[in-house]
Nanobody, 117 residues
Framework: QVQLVESGGGLVQAGGSLRLSCATS????????MGWYRQDPGKQRELVAK???????NYADSVKGRFTISRDNAKNTVYLQMNSLKPEDTAVYYC???????????WGQGTQVTVSS
């Protein structure tokens, strides 16, 4: 079993910053991809950012230049630094990992981010 524990969500004013963390534990050899997704009620879950074990990064166009994803492989933890937050960034943010070598996907429980205007 693999467990993901997220932290760092909350309420912030537009233009503010938040930092999300996701710590992974359990039985796995290593983690290939770590990422963050978000979902608004009534909408599909969408990719925010992801980072591979060798440091390759992808961002959604809507967050480029404002969000930064990073990972600490020794701690099996992924971070999302969110700056210049906008009301449209409001959503539940989910951590996702893909473990190696099986390629299994695991999700965190989600953390609410609310940006007020």
């Amino acid at each position: 079993q693999v467990q993901l524990v997220e932290s760092g969500g909350g309420l912030v004013q537009a233009g503010g910053s938040l930092r999300l963390s996701c710590a992974t534990s359990g039985s796995f050899f290593s983690i290939n991809v770590m990422g963050w997704y978000r979902q608004d009620p009534g909408k599909q879950r969408e990719l925010v950012a992801k980072i591979t074990s060798v440091g390759s990064i992808n961002y959604a166009d809507s967050v480029k230049g404002r969000f930064t994803i990073s990972r600490d492989n020794a701690k099996n933890t992924v971070y999302l630094q969110m700056n210049s937050l906008k009301p449209e960034d409001t959503a539940v943010y989910y951590c996702n990992v893909v473990v190696y070598p099986q390629g299994y996907n695991y999700w965190g429980q989600g953390t609410q981010v609310t940006v007020s205007s």
